[in-house]
C-alpha cells in the first residue's frame, strides 16, 4: 500500500457566513425586476388606469388633489402589491431558501435553528409591506426602510432589522483552506 | 446526475412559484373596478344617477360623495347601444364639478339619439346646470338649487407657510409664465390678470353652451350668470327649468312622449370589495392628513396671530 507522502493538512471546507451587502442588494434588485415583468404586473395595470403615470409627477400630483378617494385606492393597491412581494420572498425563502436574485449571487437564507419555519420567512420581509396593521405603524413605515438596511451596515452580524426578528439570515458559502 | 438535479429543482420550484402568483395577481387585479351594472336589468328608461362632484377621473362610492364622467359617459353610451332603453333619465344631484369633466357629460347627453330628461332634485348647480340644460326636458323640484352659471379656480398657496418653517422654494424654468399657479409662489399681478382672462372665456363658453342648450338669447343668461345660485321656480320662470316636479312628472313625460309605460332601470357601478377598502384607507389616509394639518394650523396659530377685516 502506497504511503502517502507530504504533510496531512486538513482539505478544503466550506462555511456559511454573511453574505456581502453588495451580493445583497444586487440579488434585491434582481428581485424585483422579476416582480416587476411578472408578479407585479397586473396591479400595475391597475395603477395605469388610476394615475396618469406616464405624464409625470405634476399631474400625478394634481390627480391626487382632484381626486378625494384616490389615496384610498392607490394605498389598497400598494398593500395588494407589497403582500405579493412578501409571498413571492417568503415562499420561495420558505421551500428553496433562495430567490432567483439570490441564486444568480450565490446567496442563501438560513434560520438560527436548521429548519426555516413558515413565520420567519414572512417576517423576514415584512417590511415591505407598506402598512401594517394600520395607518400608527404607516407613519413608521418609513422610519422601518430605513433603519432595517441600516441594521445590515451598522450590526455585528450584517442582519437586517427584520431578520434580527425572525431570526434568520442571509448567508454565502466561503471556502477556507 | 444527482448534483445536476439538485439544481434544477430550485429553478423549477421558482418558476412555479413566479407563476402561480403571477396567475393569482392577475385573478385579483381583475377584481379591481371597472364600470359595470347592477341589478336585473327590467326597465326601458334608464336612470344615469350624477350625484356629487363631476370630475374627469372621478371616484363613484356609494355615499355618493364623487362621479366620474367617463363612467356616465360609459352609461349614456351603454344606454344608447342597448335596444330595450328607450329614453334616459339624469337623476341630478350634484354641485357640478371640473368645466371640462361637466362638458363631456353635457357633450354625451347631447349625442344621444333617444329621448333625455334631466331630473335636478336637491341641487343641480354649475357644471350639473350645464348637463341638465343639456337634456331635451329639464324638471325641477321648485326648492330644487340651479343655475351658479360661474366659474372659479383655487388652489392651495404654500409660500407664507414655507416662509414660516424658513423653507425657500428654487426652481429653474424656461417660459416666463411656466410656473404660474405654483403652489409655492405667490400669483404676480399678471399672471393673475391672465387666470382672470382664461375664467372669463371658460364662463363665456359656459353661457354660450347654456343659451344654445335651452334655446335663449346669450345676453339674457349672461345677465343672470352671476354665479348666483335660483330656486326651481326661478329657474323655470327664466326658462332654464321646462316643468316643475319630480319622478312623476318625468314619467309622464316621457309616457307622453314614448307612448307606452315607463320603468326605471337604474344604471350604477357595482361597488366592489375593492372600492371598500378604498373607502376604508381614505378616511384613514384623510383622518391622518387632517391630523397633520391641524398640528400646522395649531402651530402656526400659536406663532402668529393675524386679523383680517
Known amino acids: ?177 | 446526475m444527482g448534483s445536476e438535479e439538485k439544481q434544477k429543482k430550485p429553478i423549477a420550484t421558482m418558476v412555479w412559484v413566479i407563476a402561480l402568483l403571477t396567475a393569482i395577481a392577475f385573478a385579483i387585479a381583475g377584481f379591481f373596478p371597472e364600470i359595470t351594472h347592477s341589478g336585473t336589468k327590467s326597465g326601458n328608461v334608464a336612470v344615469i344617477p350624477v350625484h356629487g362632484v363631476i370630475l374627469s377621473n372621478g371616484d363613484s362610492y356609494f355615499d355618493e360623495q364623487a362621479t366620474s364622467s367617463s363612467e356616465i359617459v360609459q352609461f349614456i353610451e351603454d344606454a344608447e347601444d342597448d335596444p330595450s332603453i328607450r329614453a334616459m333619465v339624469f337623476d341630478i344631484n350634484s354641485p357640478g364639478g371640473s368645466a371640462v369633466a361637466s362638458q363631456e357629460v353635457a357633450d354625451a347627453v347631447q349625442k344621444s339619439t333617444k329621448p333625455t330628461v334631466a331630473w335636478i332634485r336637491d341641487s343641480g348647480t354649475s357644471g350639473a346646470f350645464w348637463v341638465a340644460t343639456a337634456a331635451d326636458k329639464v324638471v325641477a323640484n321648485p326648492m330644487s338649487i340651479t343655475g351658479s352659471i360661474g366659474v372659479t379656480a383655487s388652489y392651495l398657496q404654500f409660500s407664507g407657510l414655507l416662509q414660516d418653517y424658513n423653507v425657500s422654494y428654487e426652481v429653474l424654468t424656461a417660459g416666463r409664465l411656466k410656473e404660474v399657479g405654483s403652489p409655492f409662489k405667490a400669483l404676480t399681478q399678471e399672471e393673475r390678470k391672465l387666470f382672470q382672462e382664461q375664467l372669463d372665456e371658460l364662463h363665456t363658453y359656459f353661457i354660450q353652451a347654456i343659451a344654445a342648450n335651452r334655446n335663449l338669447s346669450e345676453a339674457m343668461v349672461r345677465d343672470y350668470a352671476t354665479g348666483m345660485f335660483f330656486l326651481g321656480s326661478k329657474a323655470k320662470e327664466l326658462g332654464f327649468v321646462d316643468v316643475l316636479g319630480g319622478k312623476d312628472e318625468v314619467k309622464q313625460i316621457l309616457e307622453r312622449q314614448l307612448k307606452t309605460n315607463v320603468t326605471f332601470f337604474t344604471y350604477e357601478r357595482e361597488v366592489s370589495l375593492f372600492d371598500i377598502l378604498s373607502r376604508v384607507m381614505g378616511k384613514q389616509s384623510f383622518s391622518l392628513g387632517r391630523g397633520i394639518g391641524n398640528g400646522i394650523a395649531e402651530t402656526n396659530r400659536n406663532s402668529k396671530v393675524e386679523v383680517r377685516a
Open chain 1, 1 to 177: 500500500m502506497p504511503r502517502k507522502k507530504g504533510l496531512d493538512l486538513p482539505g478544503e471546507r466550506v462555511v456559511a457566513g454573511p453574505a456581502q451587502v453588495w451580493k445583497r442588494l444586487g440579488a434585491f434588485l434582481v428581485d424585483m425586476l422579476i416582480l416587476d415583468f411578472t408578479v407585479l404586473l397586473p396591479f400595475q395595470k391597475v395603477l395605469g388606469k388610476l394615475l396618469p403615470v406616464n405624464d409625470g409627477f405634476g399631474k400625478m400630483f394634481e390627480s391626487l388633489l382632484a381626486n378625494e378617494g384616490l389615496a384610498g385606492k392607490l394605498m389598497t393597491l400598494s398593500v395588494a402589491m407589497s403582500i405579493f412581494m412578501v409571498l413571492y420572498f417568503a415562499i420561495l425563502e420558505f421551500k428553496i431558501r433562495t430567490t432567483p436574485g439570490k441564486y444568480l449571487f450565490k446567496i442563501s437564507v438560513q434560520g438560527y435553528d436548521p429548519e426555516l419555519k413558515f413565520w420567519q420567512a414572512v417576517v423576514r420581509s415584512l417590511f415591505l409591506v407598506p402598512l401594517f396593521p394600520f395607518f400608527l405603524l404607516w407613519l413608521l413605515d418609513p422610519l422601518f426602510w430605513l433603519l432595517d438596511p441600516l441594521f445590515l451596515i451598522f450590526s455585528k452580524s450584517s442582519q437586517r432589522l427584520s431578520e434580527i426578528f425572525s431570526k434568520t439570515r442571509t448567508v454565502e458559502l466561503y471556502r477556507v483552506n
